[in-house]
């Protein structure tokens, strides 16, 4: 594997991610309270992973720029602007999220898992998005 490989892993991960969060939030809804933990402990982990291979990644190979002309461009732009600025937000949540969790504080958890949840799914979803539309954008024909 190369360094040019972990786009698609990072991929991957965030996809991986996005399903484990889903899936937790089912096992809470279903009070499946012990399965739920493992679950998002899972999801932190691959969201934990894509981050570091997000950041080797981009320590070796820098920004890639978007080339694609057309109504996409702002599209992709727009895209891109909102999952930044959530993906920046995502981490300070979910570390207090688990901790808030792990620790039994179960109120204050459900309280900001609200927003923690919502927006974790959506940088996970729209890292895919984003991967589609900058490294593979023939798969979208």
Do not use: C
């Amino acid at each position: 594997m190369s360094v040019h490989d972990l786009p698609a892993v990072n991929a991957a991960l965030n996809a991986i991610s996005g399903v484990l969060l889903v899936a937790g939030y089912a096992l809470i809804r279903q009070k499946r309270i012990a399965q739920h933990r493992k679950v998002m402990l899972a999801a932190f982990a691959a969201s934990a992973l894509f981050l570091a291979s997000y950041v080797v990644y981009h320590a070796q190979v820098g920004s890639v720029r978007f080339t694609r002309e057309g109504v996409v461009r702002p599209v992709y732009f727009t895209l891109l602007l909102t999952h930044v600025v959530l993906a920046a937000a995502v981490p300070p949540l979910a570390l207090v999220t688990l901790f808030r969790g792990l620790s039994g504080r179960y109120d204050r958890h459900r309280r900001i898992a609200r927003w923690t949840l919502p927006s974790w799914l959506y940088v996970s979803v729209t890292g895919v998005l984003v991967y589609v539309l900058l490294y593979r954008p023939t798969w979208l024909l």
